[in-house]
């Protein structure tokens, strides 16, 4: 795929470590999932990105294209309840992280919801967690469990990675690197301008998901020393990391974790981050 988020990169993490354990996984998913990174767990299609029409929508946060993707995520936990009987843990691991409390059975305790960002306002949340209690609840951060000291079914795990794509580098080159999805809150623009205060350069790494904050905030500060180049994956991702002078973090929101933050350290690459939420 051309875009691997946050929860994209803890499934890629979390399934071969589970098979590891020598488990069944199947993953519902769409179906341009590249499997090759999941050997020896079987791909239950759910649909096709194609479907998500991305390319007319443009910017992945108008709420037509959230509505549309949402009902593709209720499709998914309804297609795993329709076979639930065939799996001992049902594990929802997407942005609406409430739908397995509206479609499945209260009698139904196998289900482990994780909470990657949570969009509910306050009383949608109350009202939510007050009605309906069958579903377990995995918080990625000490900050972001807070909000939920209440339920009863709730702990934190935190986001593990393979420590093992992540090497160390004796020998930094000369560039501060920013990796992320470039949209507002992951704070791109703001890492821009740290660069040209320091005269430092600098190489980020992201796909697009808000075009026109990348074109008119973030496209006009790039120059020779600072410029972005398509998404990394995998051990390109831990080479990049691991040969920076530093990562930068100046996230503009209450970041729920900060993977690439962990992703940098182990590779013994210092994070100047923002100090909110996970982070």
């Given at each position: 795929?051309?875009?691997?988020?946050?929860?994209?990169?803890?499934?890629?993490?979390?399934?071969?470590?589970?098979?590891?354990?020598?488990?069944?996984?199947?993953?519902?998913?769409?179906?341009?999932?590249?499997?090759?990174?999941?050997?020896?767990?079987?791909?239950?299609?759910?649909?096709?990105?194609?479907?998500?029409?991305?390319?007319?929508?443009?910017?992945?946060?108008?709420k037509?294209?959230?509505?549309?993707?949402?009902?593709?995520?209720y499709?998914?936990?309804?297609?795993v309840?329709e076979?639930?009987?065939?799996?001992?843990?049902?594990?929802?691991?997407?942005?609406?992280?409430?739908?397995?409390?509206?479609?499945?059975?209260?009698?139904?305790?196998?289900?482990?919801?994780?909470?990657?960002?949570?969009?509910?306002?306050?009383?949608?949340?109350?009202?939510?967690?007050?009605?309906?209690?069958?579903?377990?609840?995995?918080?990625?951060?000490?900050?972001?469990?807070?909000?939920f000291?209440?339920?009863?079914?709730g702990?934190?795990?935190?986001?593990?990675?393979?420590?093992?794509?992540?090497?160390?580098?004796?020998?930094?080159?000369?560039?501060?690197?920013?990796?992320?999805?470039?949209?507002?809150?992951?704070?791109?623009?703001?890492?821009?301008?740290?660069?040209?205060?320091?005269?430092?350069?600098?190489?980020?790494?992201?796909?697009?998901?808000?075009?026109?904050?990348?074109?008119?905030?973030?496209?006009?500060?790039?120059?020779?020393?600072?410029?972005?180049?398509?998404?990394?994956?995998?051990?390109?991702?831990?080479?990049?990391?691991?040969?920076?002078?530093?990562v930068?973090?100046?996230?503009?929101?209450?970041?729920?974790?900060?993977?690439?933050?962990?992703?940098?350290?182990?590779?013994?690459?210092?994070?100047?981050?923002?100090?909110?939420?996970?982070?």
């Amino acid at each position: 795929a051309s875009s691997v988020g946050g929860l994209e990169t803890f499934t890629l993490y979390l399934l071969p470590k589970l098979k590891e354990l020598s488990l069944d996984i199947t993953l519902f998913a769409a179906k341009e999932t590249e499997m090759s990174l999941l050997p020896g767990i079987t791909l239950a299609p759910v649909f096709s990105l194609a479907d998500l029409d991305k390319e007319e929508h443009k910017d992945t946060e108008k709420k037509r294209f959230v509505l549309n993707y949402a009902m593709f995520q209720y499709a998914a936990i309804k297609k795993v309840l329709e076979r639930r009987e065939e799996f001992d843990v049902i594990h929802f691991n997407c942005a609406q992280w409430y739908a397995p409390f509206l479609v499945s059975d209260p009698s139904q305790t196998n289900i482990l919801s994780t909470i990657h960002v949570n969009n509910l306002k306050q009383k949608t949340q109350d009202y939510l967690l007050s009605e309906f209690q069958q579903v377990n609840l995995a918080y990625i951060s000490q900050t972001y469990s807070q909000n939920f000291a209440s339920y009863p079914k709730g702990k934190v795990i935190y986001n593990g990675i393979d420590v093992s794509m992540f090497p160390f580098s004796e020998h930094p080159q000369d560039y501060v690197a920013w990796l992320g999805r470039i949209a507002p809150v992951k704070g791109l623009r703001e890492a821009v301008l740290a660069a040209k205060l320091a005269d430092a350069r600098l190489i980020a790494s992201g796909s697009v998901d808000y075009l026109d904050y990348y074109a008119h905030e973030v496209q006009p500060l790039l120059d020779e020393k600072r410029t972005v180049m398509p998404p990394l994956f995998n051990k390109e991702k831990g080479e990049f990391l691991s040969k920076a002078k530093c990562v930068l973090q100046p996230v503009q929101w209450e970041e729920p974790f900060g993977l690439v933050a962990v992703e940098a350290m182990a590779c013994g690459t210092p994070v100047i981050a923002s100090e909110v939420g996970g982070l």
